[in-house]
């Protein structure tokens, strides 16, 4: 009969084993996974940049047109605070403006 110490390590090496597989499972859903995107942006011609710059506004709450963006926390950067001091307002940066109805 295995002690409780070795039972433990048998029930260690098992888990870590579960642990491997479902690691390599993983790995290979996301080659699928990213193959399929990568198809899905070659056929909509879809670039990188253009990916990057939608992820980055799209997660931002103020942009201007060179694709620099602020989340609204924290210290204003300079380019936002350059043109509310010429005059701008901060609404006019929203990421996502409220639809007029």
């Known amino acids: 009969m295995a002690t409780k110490l070795e039972q433990l390590a048998l029930a260690?090496?098992?888990y870590e084993k579960l642990q491997e597989e479902a690691a390599s499972e993983i790995a290979a859903n996301k080659k699928v996974v990213m193959g399929e995107v990568l198809e899905h942006l070659k056929d909509n011609k879809i670039t990188t940049a253009e990916l990057i710059i939608y992820e980055r506004v799209g997660k931002s709450k103020y942009s201007n047109d060179q694709g620099e963006t602020?989340?609204?926390?924290?210290?204003?950067p300079a380019w936002l605070a350059e043109a509310l001091a010429?005059?701008?307002?901060?609404e006019d940066f929203l990421t996502h403006p409220a639809s007029a109805e």
């Open 86 to 90: 010429g005059g701008k307002k901060l």
């Open 70 to 76: 602020w989340s609204g926390k924290g210290k204003q």
């Open 12 to 14: 260690k090496a098992a």
